[in-house]
Structure formats: structure tokens, C-alpha cells
């Protein structure tokens, strides 16, 4: 079956601008995540959606930051006014349930702010 | 809060050599610990996982045991590849069940 896929895959934008990531999780997965992987750190939790909740949006790094799940499907991350520090790569995962099953990671969404 | 430490790298080796990549966690209560691979122009893939103390996880020949008295998950190999050139992260998912953690990730060389 097909895999975690995230659009667009690139992403260029100017500074001030919104924009809106896009992940679609495999089929069946209840869990989803996004994780923000800028250069040369590790990943950044963001969120994560147990079917179209999400229980805990701390990890968001600003109010500009938002994301929702629809159809225990779909999740779309929306980022306001971006700034130059939001460039990095935005990655999505899914697993069946919970945590602790394996997360299968999409391609990512590479932001660029300019 | 919750953390993951990993050594730095990046990390050099010459084929069927041993690896340890090092992992220490901080967490309250009983988390689970994994390792992620990213091979070269891949996505992210779980390689191990453990979910209690004292499970051993393993798989392609890599192992990692669940340390709770050392907070640890070191990771292991005996005999390394050239295809085990990649970034390996530590992984912990928090005893909430609500954050996942990774640590900042070791790229891995193995030359033939």
C-alpha cells in the first residue's frame, strides 16, 4: 500500500506570507505527527493527532504555528507570517495506534523563507 | 522535561568493525526508547524499539538494550557494513504518550 505522502515537497516562500503543508497518512493509521528537522539539529516534535484530536499543541513553536486532522486522514500544518527562522524541513508520520508502534515517516516538505 | 542525549558524530569506521553510537534519556516514569534510520536520499525508518526496562531490541545485526538504572539505549554492532552508512537517532516516546523526543542525530561512515 502507499506510504506517508506530503505536499508540496518544496516549498519557497517570502517572508510575512502564510503557508500550508499538507500530509496524508497511510490508510488506517490513526496516529499522526509532524516534526520540523532544521540544519544541522535533530527533529523538532510539533504535534501530534490521535484521530482528529490533538492532545497536547505545546510543542508548537509560536501561535503562528497551527494544524488540524480531518477525517481521521488529512492533516494540514499552517504557518502565518513565516519568518526566516521557519525554514526547515517539515516531516509527517503516521503509526496504527499509539507511540510506541512504528512511526512511517513521509518525504518531508522542505520550507524556504526568503 | 523529557530529553534524549546522543553522541555527536560524525562517526568514521572501516568495514567489520564494531559500532556503539551512545544514548542516554531523561524522563519521568517509564518511557519507550527507539532507534530511527535515515539512509542517504531516504525517509526516516524505525530500526529498533524497546518498551521496557531490560528489553533488548534488535534487528539487521544492530542491538539496543533498555537501561533504566544507567538511563541508557546505547546502540550496537558488531560488524559494521558499508550500506550501514547513515544518521541514527535515539528516540523516546514520554510516559504520557502525548511527545516524542528525538536526540540530535549520528551520521555514521563505514568506508570498505
Known amino acids: 500500500g502507499a506510504g506517508v505522502s506530503q505536499s508540496p515537497s518544496n516549498k519557497v516562500t517570502e517572508k510575512g506570507k502564510d503557508v500550508e503543508l499538507r500530509c496524508d497518512p497511510i490508510?488506517?493509521?490513526?496516529?499522526l505527527y509532524w516534526y520540523r528537522q532544521s540544519l544541522g539539529q535533530g527533529l523538532e516534535f510539533l504535534i501530534y493527532f490521535q484521530g482528529n484530536s490533538a492532545p497536547d499543541k505545546s510543542g508548537l513553536p509560536s501561535d503562528r504555528f497551527s494544524a488540524e486532522r480531518t477525517g481521521g486522514s488529512v492533516s494540514t500544518l499552517t504557518i502565518q507570517r513565516t519568518q526566516q527562522e521557519d525554514s526547515a524541513v517539515y516531516l509527517c508520520a503516521s503509526s496504527s495506534v499509539t507511540f510506541t508502534d512504528t512511526q512511517y515517516f513521509g518525504p518531508g516538505t522542505r520550507l524556504t523563507v526568503l | 522535561g523529557d530529553s534524549v542525549t546522543q553522541m555527536e558524530g560524525p562517526v568514521t569506521l572501516s568495514e567489520e568493525a564494531c559500532l556503539t553510537i551512545?544514548?542516554?534519556?531523561?524522563?519521568?516514569?517509564?518511557?519507550?526508547l527507539f532507534w530511527y534510520v535515515q539512509y542517504p536520499g531516504e525517509g526516516l525508518q524505525l530500526l529498533l524499539k524497546?518498551?521496557?526496562?531490560?528489553d533488548k531490541g534488535s534487528n539487521k545485526g544492530f542491538e539496543a538494550t533498555y537501561r533504566k538504572e544507567t538511563t541508557s539505549f546505547h546502540l550496537e554492532k558488531g560488524s559494521v557494513q558499508v550500506s550501514d552508512s547513515a544518521v541514527y537517532f535515539c528516540?523516546?516516546?514520554?510516559?504520557?504518550?502525548?511527545?516524542?523526543?528525538f536526540g540530535t542525530g549520528t551520521s555514521l561512515t563505514v568506508i570498505p
Open positions: 524497546a518498551t521496557k526496562a531490560d
Open positions: 528516540a523516546l516516546s514520554a510516559n504520557t504518550g502525548n511527545q516524542f523526543y
Open positions: 490508510s488506517g493509521h490513526t496516529a
Open positions: 551512545n544514548c542516554t534519556y531523561t524522563a519521568t516514569g517509564y518511557p519507550s
